[in-house]
């Protein structure tokens, strides 16, 4: 009987110790995915479904900023992802 209070409580050490240590919490990103149409590149015609991801740098600012260092990039995708959206008019059509 004792054996197996201990073996329990052993068990519910070891479960708690791990959802504190790999806690979904320190799973999370703050990466921003934005879906927009846009130009593939300067001077294109051609309106195209865009993922545009920005994601935080860690790398120091200067105390007086307030803006965070990012890097952007950018994906073209398929049209479904964009069908929500107002499609602006193409250039020239």
Known sequence: MLRT???A???VG???TTNL???????TT????????GYPYL????VVCKKIITHPKQRP???SSKMEPVKIRSTIISDRY???LTKPAQVGG
């Open 30 to 37: 703050s990466d921003l995915e934005l879906y927009t149409w």
């Open 5 to 7: 209070v201990i073996i």
């Open 21 to 27: 240590m790999f806690s979904p919490v320190n799973a």
């Open 9 to 11: 409580l052993a068990t």
């Open 61 to 63: 600012m200067p105390k």
């Open 43 to 46: 001077g294109s015609e051609q």
């Open 14 to 16: 070891l479960v708690l």
């Open 82 to 84: 964009c069908d929500h």
